[in-house]
């Protein structure tokens, strides 16, 4: 997978991507991430990469010509053009999957007030991170490309993707502990400590289920459940009591 990222910012990259998974990925050639100056594609004295905007009003629009030769100077057969903008679709995980699945992604981040309109004729997919505000589109590029280059086949380890996978667009993780087992009084639950490895995994499955329950409604709703589940959620549900029916 190659990444190329269009910015008026590119020192704002360099710390996230050398470190832990990204920087891992990238030295073995699972991805490779450039960050493009959107400023080496403007003309003139003063390489002018943002004008008033016609009709008048407050701030500046960043110029079409200026974007137009440099995405065309990135794009190339299996290339997808990705605005990063707070009109884009929020992005989740489905959508990361997807976008994981591409050869050559290029990411272009606003940091004026607009970009000009004609842009969109050269944009796959314009993507928000959520309903708030940043101040460009940088912080944004970086969320896509650490969520996406963990999906790349080889970046986390094998084992790791079919987790991945029955995770997704499921639930919340369980709880997990680690030593000591008792301290300032607070223990860590009986069951992790049994060795029973299935009353452990039904254990986990009930405090996944549960969690997310409680912190995100709108995620249980989302899913189906086999039988196994049902079953922990009723006892979940009517507090461990079977139903008589
Ligand atoms: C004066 C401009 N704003 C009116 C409220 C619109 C605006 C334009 C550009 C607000 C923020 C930005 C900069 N943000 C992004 O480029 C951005 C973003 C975001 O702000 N939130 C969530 N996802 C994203 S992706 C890019």
């Given at each position: 997978?190659?990444?190329?990222?269009?910015?008026?910012?590119?020192?704002?990259?360099?710390?996230?991507?050398?470190?832990s998974i990204i920087e891992r990925a990238r030295t073995r050639k699972l991805v490779e991430i450039n960050t493009v100056n959107i400023r080496d594609y403007a003309l003139g004295r003063h390489q002018q990469v943002d004008d008033y905007p016609y009709g008048g009003g407050a701030g500046m629009v960043m110029k079409f010509d200026v974007l137009s030769r440099a995405i065309g100077s990135l794009k190339g057969e299996n290339s997808r053009v990705i605005y990063l903008s707070p009109q884009g679709k929020p992005l989740d995980q489905d959508t990361v999957v997807?976008?994981?699945?591409?050869?050559?992604?290029?990411?272009?981040?606003?940091?004026?007030?607009?970009?000009?309109?004609?842009?969109?004729?050269?944009?796959?997919?314009?993507?928000?991170?959520?309903?708030?505000?940043?101040?460009?589109?940088?912080?944004?590029?970086?969320v896509v490309v650490d969520a996406v280059t963990r999906l790349i086949p080889?970046?986390?380890?094998?084992?790791?993707?079919?987790?991945?996978?029955?995770?997704?667009?499921?639930?919340?993780?369980?709880p997990h502990y680690t030593r000591p087992r008792i301290y300032?009084?607070?223990?860590?639950?009986?069951?992790?400590?049994?060795?029973?490895?299935?009353?452990?995994?039904?254990?986990?499955?009930?405090?996944s289920l549960k969690r997310t329950l409680i912190?995100?409604?709108?995620?249980?709703?989302?899913?189906?459940?086999?039988?196994?589940?049902r079953k922990l959620l009723e006892e979940i549900l009517f507090n461990g009591e079977k139903k008589t029916k």
């Open positions: 997978m190659k990444i190329d990222i269009l910015t008026l910012f590119p020192a704002m990259f360099a710390s996230p991507f050398n470190e997807r976008v994981a699945r591409q050869e050559h992604l290029i990411l272009l981040c606003g940091h004026y007030e607009g970009i000009d309109e004609r842009i969109m004729n050269l944009v796959d997919e314009e993507l928000s991170i959520g309903d708030y505000v940043l101040s460009g589109g940088e912080l944004a590029a970086m080889g970046v986390l380890g094998d084992d790791n993707s079919s987790q991945e996978e029955s995770f997704v667009g499921g639930l919340l993780e369980y300032q009084g607070e223990e860590v639950p009986e069951t992790l400590l049994s060795g029973h490895h299935e009353q452990i995994r039904l254990w986990r499955k009930k405090l912190k995100r409604p709108d995620l249980l709703l989302k899913r189906e459940y086999d039988q196994e589940e």
